[in-house]
């Protein structure tokens, strides 16, 4: 079964909003695949997402309440298919970690490489709506160009 872990810094924000759409792109398609997140920082571990990926998912009739912030580990390497980050400092960190099957989510969709911003360090909601936007186009060309979906 093909499967894949997105990662981000704390697993809070950016990752679980991906799992989330890929999650729901699984549901829509009824595809046979394992998906999950995790994040390179312990700080929120067991936590659910943020309140404003929670709502911008929600706004966007998916559901990511239920999920809960893990720490990725060295195992992950070889239990997924695909390791997709947000940002270039997750690359890095992976990398670093030995990973070698990493993929950086800016590099579909169009958006020429470009990290997710954090937006952990956002004002309020403000920028939500631009993540989940670049998220949901990305994601789903990840999917598209990997073969997962049509
Ligand atoms: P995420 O955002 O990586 O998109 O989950 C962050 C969440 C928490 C922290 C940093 C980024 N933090 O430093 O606690």
Same mark, same amino acid.
């Given at each position: 079964m +093909?499967?894949?872990?997105?990662?981000? #810094?704390?697993?809070?924000?950016?990752?679980?909003?991906?799992?989330? !759409?890929?999650?729901?792109?699984? /549901?829509k %398609?009824? #595809?046979?695949?394992?998906?999950?997140?995790a994040?390179t920082?312990?700080?929120h $571990?067991?936590?659910?997402p943020?309140?404003?990926?929670? +709502? $911008?998912?929600?706004n966007?009739?998916?559901?990511?309440?239920?999920?809960?912030?893990? #720490?990725?580990?060295?195992?992950?390497?070889?239990?997924?298919? %695909?390791? $997709?980050?947000?940002?270039?400092?997750? %690359? +890095?960190?992976?990398?670093?970690?030995?990973?070698?099957?990493? %993929?950086?989510?800016?590099?579909?969709?169009?958006?020429?490489?470009?990290?997710v911003? /954090?937006?952990?360090?956002?004002?309020?909601?403000?920028?939500?709506?631009?993540?989940?936007?670049? #998220?949901?186009?990305?994601?789903? /060309?990840?999917?598209?160009?990997?073969?997962? !979906?049509?």
């Amino acid at each position: 079964m +093909t499967s894949i872990l997105f990662v981000c #810094l704390g697993n809070i924000c950016r990752s679980p909003l991906a799992e989330g !759409i890929a999650l729901n792109l699984k /549901d829509k %398609y009824d #595809l046979n695949i394992e998906i999950d997140s995790a994040g390179t920082g312990h700080w929120h $571990v067991g936590n659910p997402p943020c309140e404003n990926s929670i +709502t $911008v998912a929600n706004n966007n009739h998916i559901d990511i309440s239920h999920l809960r912030a893990r #720490l990725i580990k060295k195992e992950d390497e070889n239990k997924f298919d %695909y390791i $997709v980050v947000m940002d270039e400092n997750n %690359y +890095t960190d992976l990398i670093a970690m030995g990973f070698k099957n990493v %993929y950086k989510i800016g590099n579909y969709g169009g958006f020429e490489g470009a990290d997710v911003p /954090d937006p952990y360090f956002f004002d309020g909601f403000e920028g939500f709506d631009k993540v989940f936007e670049m #998220l949901d186009i990305s994601v789903r /060309d990840f999917m598209y160009k990997e073969r997962l !979906i049509s």
